[in-house]
Each structure stands twice: as C-alpha cells, then as structure tokens.
C-alpha cells in the first residue's frame, strides 16, 4: 500500500518560517513530479509548487520568492521552505505524488500563521 506521509505543520507569527516534508513509499524511479497544493478555510485547493523528476522547479506567483521545493530522491522526501509567511497562507498543506497515468495525495499538515 502506498503511502505519503506529511510532517512539519503547526503554528507560526507572521514573517516567520516553516519547512514542510513529505515522505512516499512509492519507487523514486516512478515518480513523474511532487506537488505541494494547500486548502484553506472555505476555498478550493489551489497549487503552490512542483518540482520534476529532472529537479526543475514551479512555483505560483504568491509563493515565488518566499517558498522553495526541494527533493531528496534517496529519502524519496520532498520538501517545502516557507519563509515571511503570512496570514493568507493559513491553510491546510497536501503532498501530490504523480506517476504516468494516475497519482497519490497525503492526508495534509495544517499550518497556521497568526500573531
């Protein structure tokens, strides 16, 4: 059985970091991309970042500059650096792993940021 495991959530003051990681059981050698998509209160899920299985990396616009995705493919983690969060980014944060022709999501990691 597959598995993504998130960690790294949790209460944060503005301008503040966090860094979130996502752990998968499924083969490195399959994976196609890893997404970070986020949920907040009351709103549709929307994108924040991909990084390809060649490393490349894509970001929305609220996040460019602020949010870095990275990957360690031995560890098969992917992770997300928050820098100067914001209230706006309270939200519930999602892994997305893609493999040719189907994919997996986690169970996400509720980050709050508030003074």
């Known amino acids: 059985q597959v598995q993504l495991v998130e960690t790294g959530g949790g209460l944060v003051q503005p301008g503040g970091s966090l860094t979130l990681s996502c752990t998968t059981s499924?083969?490195?050698?399959?994976?196609?991309?890893m997404d970070w998509y986020r949920q907040a209160p009351g709103k549709q899920r929307e994108w924040v970042a991909f990084i390809t299985s060649d490393n490349s990396t894509y970001y929305t616009d609220s996040a460019k500059g602020r949010f870095t995705i990275s990957r360690d493919k031995v560890e098969n983690t992917v992770y997300l650096q928050m820098n100067s969060l914001k209230p706006e980014d309270t939200a519930v944060y999602y892994c997305?792993?893609?493999?040719?022709?189907?994919?997996?999501w986690g169970q996400g990691t509720q980050v709050t940021v508030s003074s």
């Open positions: 499924v083969s490195r050698f399959s994976i196609v991309a």
């Open positions: 997305r792993v893609r493999l040719v022709g189907f994919e997996y």
